[in-house]
Structures are given as structure tokens and as C-alpha cells.
């Protein structure tokens, strides 16, 4: 199995390129989630931000062979948004976080979900790890939505990028 290259039921996956910049810029735009993600400078261009992020994937996968995938939706063969694993230190411990972001257009339609449950499901196929977190924002309920059809639960409050946070991890 190839975590380059996965697919749902509706998602095609795949690695992200500089080509998606101009998409990914999209969720700049009339997204008012920005501030649960951390992002130190919102004020900056969208492209710009969108440059760094997808920059930041390409080095992860460089480094650790995981990161954001570009999220295609099968039937429109639109780029919806990103969906990932990526290794973490937290609370000094090495994990794994699932993470993802989604353009606004396309909240709301399980998406995020879909995504989140095929990265679980290539981790543990994989044996990459037995357990998982998501780190979300205590405000952001949709992600927590998500977190918990990933049949995950909270398992910590923390400060995280100087944000209160969930940490969500693997039902016992």
C-alpha cells in the first residue's frame, strides 16, 4: 500500500505539487476557521500562505515520507482540500497525527471524514502505529465532529502553537 496514493469511497489522494497553489489559495478565502490552524500571519497574500503550506508538505515528505496528500474528489475531479498524517512530539511523546483542511465549499459533506477515516485505516493496515491523535482547537466543532466519527476521544486539554487544543486519540 502506497500512502502516496490512496483512495475512498469519493477521494482520490495524492501528493501535493506547487501546481495546487492557485486551488489551495481558495481556502484563504471566506474561511472564518483560520484562526483554530495556527497560522502565525494571516495578513500575508493567500498565495503566499498557500506557497508556505504546500512548501511545508513537500519538505515533510522529504523528511518523513508523510504530510498533507491533496484531497480529489472522484467525481468532479475537483482538488477539495488536504488530509494527512503527520509525526508529532506531544506531550513528549512521539505520535501521529491525523490532520486535515478542507476548502469551505465542500464542509458539510463528510468529506473531512471520509479522509480522516482512510488515513486511520492505511495507518493501522500499515502497522505504522496502533494508535492515532487529531489536535484540534476546543472551539473548531466540526473538526471535533470529525474527530469522534474517526472514532477517536479526547484524551488531553493543551496548549498547542498558543492555542487551547483537543487532543483526540484512539477509543480504548
Known sequence: MNYFNQQSERIQFRKLTMKDVESWSEFFYNNDRLEFLGIPDLTKDKTEIATEWISMQLDKYEKHGLGHLA??????QEFIGMAGIHPRVV???DVFEIAYS????YWGK???SEAAQQLKKF???TKMSDSFISIIHIE???SIKVAKRNEMEIINEINYLGMEVFVFGNKK
Open 102 to 105: 478542507l476548502k469551505p465549499k
Open 91 to 93: 506531550l513528549e511523546k
Open 140 to 142: 473548531n466543532r466540526d
Open 110 to 112: 463528510g468529506f473531512a
Open 71 to 76: 484531497l480529489i474528489e472522484k467525481s468532479t
Open 123 to 125: 495507518g493501522l493496515e
